[in-house]
């Protein structure tokens, strides 16, 4: 049996953060979901049963966690710095598909939320730095 695909993920985890264009945004701040799916080799940890040898998804929460708390004016600019550390302390993240909303964007529609949504591969082992943005 050969696995030609694996994927760790999180599912709509629920942050409170100060992100948006609108000064009340960056001030009152407001609550973000945020959907990730990164592409990853399970078959050590299949066989193994063993958390180091796969990529700890409580250790992915607390990058999100980390890079969600600092303000920004653009989703994108959020989304680019969760990738980029990522990308850096987990090497062996092959893709990444990412999915962040607002969950009550200032827009005066009736809706469940806006946001931005990327999906980036490293098939050719490209290392992000620092300085790079997505």
Same mark, same amino acid.
């Given at each position: 049996?050969?696995?030609?695909?694996?994927?760790?993920?999180?599912?709509?985890?629920?942050?409170? %953060?100060?992100?948006? @264009?609108?000064?009340?945004? +960056?001030?009152?701040? $407001?609550?973000?979901?945020?959907? !990730?799916?990164?592409?990853?080799?399970?078959?050590?940890?299949?066989?193994?049963?063993?958390?180091?040898?796969?990529?700890?998804?409580?250790?992915?929460?607390?990058?999100?966690?980390?890079?969600?708390?600092?303000?920004?004016?653009?989703?994108?600019?959020? %989304?680019?710095?969760? @990738?980029?550390?990522?990308? +850096?302390?987990?090497? $062996?993240?092959?893709?990444?598909? !990412?999915?962040?909303?607002?969950?009550?964007?200032?827009?005066?529609?009736?809706?469940?939320?806006?946001?931005?949504?990327?999906?980036?591969?490293?098939?050719?082992?490209?290392?992000?730095?620092?300085?790079?943005?997505?």
């Amino acid at each position: 049996m050969k696995m030609t695909t694996g994927y760790i993920f999180l599912k709509n985890v629920r942050f409170h %953060a100060h992100h948006g @264009v609108l000064e009340q945004e +960056r001030v009152t701040g $407001g609550d973000f979901l945020v959907s !990730l799916r990164m592409g990853y080799p399970l078959e050590k940890a299949m066989e193994s049963d063993c958390v180091d040898d796969t990529l700890n998804y409580a250790s992915v929460y607390e990058v999100v966690k980390r890079e969600i708390a600092v303000p920004s004016a653009l989703l994108e600019h959020v %989304a680019g710095r969760i @990738v980029k550390t990522i990308r +850096r302390e987990f090497p $062996g993240v092959v893709s990444i598909d !990412l999915m962040v909303t607002k969950c009550n964007p200032p827009m005066g529609a009736d809706c469940d939320g806006a946001g931005v949504e990327l999906h980036m591969d490293f098939q050719d082992n490209h290392v992000v730095k620092q300085s790079e943005y997505v």
